[in-house]
């Protein structure tokens, strides 16, 4: 019996709660980068929070979200997969909220 696949695939996943943190940490930063460029009126800070908000993006579409959920077989076409990372790289602080509220209502209910 080959239990390579099912050893393989649970070391792929991430725990919600670790994840969330990971999200937060992404939007702290990003929050911080934003309030220290409104305070101090500096490029340096607008410059950082504007390109940290999509490598906050790229962070959490490469390591969590990769780890987070597994895209169903039937529904794993390139426009489906496509659009749903574009979705969570874009709007990354609100669309990584609402699916951390559906996996938790997944999980309790």
């Excluded at 919600?16 to 305070?39: D, T």
């Excluded at 659009?83 to 509220?101: A, H, M, N, T, V």
Aim: glycine share 8%; proline share 2%; hydrophobic share 50%.
């Amino acid at each position: 019996m080959d239990t390579s696949n099912d050893i393989g695939s649970q070391q792929n996943t991430m725990r919600l709660r670790a994840a969330f943190l990971r999200w937060a940490a992404c939007l702290g930063g990003f929050v911080l980068a934003v309030v220290l460029a409104a305070s101090l009126h500096s490029n340096l800070f607008g410059n950082l929070a504007f390109f940290g908000y999509f490598a906050a993006g790229f962070y959490l579409n490469r390591c969590v979200l990769r780890k987070l959920i597994e895209w169903h077989p039937l529904y794993n076409t390139l426009h489906n997969v496509s659009s749903g990372k574009l979705k969570f790289f874009l709007f990354w602080p609100i669309s990584y909220f609402f699916l951390f509220i559906r996996l938790g209502i997944n999980k309790v209910l």
